[in-house]
């Protein structure tokens, strides 16, 4: 195997990079759908589109975090305003705003540590 030529990029490493960005994009969509809703739904799309593309990287932890956000979040703003009549719908939609507002901080600082979103699991001796 001849080794790389230091003068060009690693195109592995050019990938990782992109996607990288990619999920850098989709928690700003995510964050945007506080003031407007429907890039949760961007979002959400861009994430099933390009999943296949971080597969086995540790970028897909991110994704798997994305996507569970989004379908969580739906489900929480659906039973908040399907209670919403009640009292307690309120709550639950507060409840559910600041669970996002910490999904998405959470997610966007372990991606700028370079960490993925769930520990490996513990290796059997």
């Not at 975090?65 to 209670?83: A, D, H, N, S, V």
């Not at 966007?108 to 993925?116: Q, Y």
Request: with cysteine; charged share 15%.
């Amino acid at each position: 195997m001849e080794p790389q030529n230091p003068t060009l990029p690693d195109p592995d490493t050019e990938r990782l990079q992109s996607l990288e960005r990619m999920t850098l994009v989709i928690y700003a969509l995510q964050a945007a759908c506080v003031f407007l809703g429907i890039t949760l739904i961007a979002a959400v799309i861009v994430n099933y589109i390009k999943i296949d593309d971080v597969r086995g990287t540790w970028l897909e932890s991110h994704f798997r975090w994305q996507i569970r956000t989004f379908w969580f979040t739906l489900l929480w703003l659906t039973l908040g305003c399907l209670l919403f009549i009640l009292v307690i719908g309120y709550f639950i939609l507060i409840a559910a705003g600041i669970w996002l507002i910490y999904r998405i901080a959470k997610g966007w600082v372990f991606l700028s540590e370079k960490k993925p979103m769930y520990a490996p699991a513990p290796t059997k001796p």
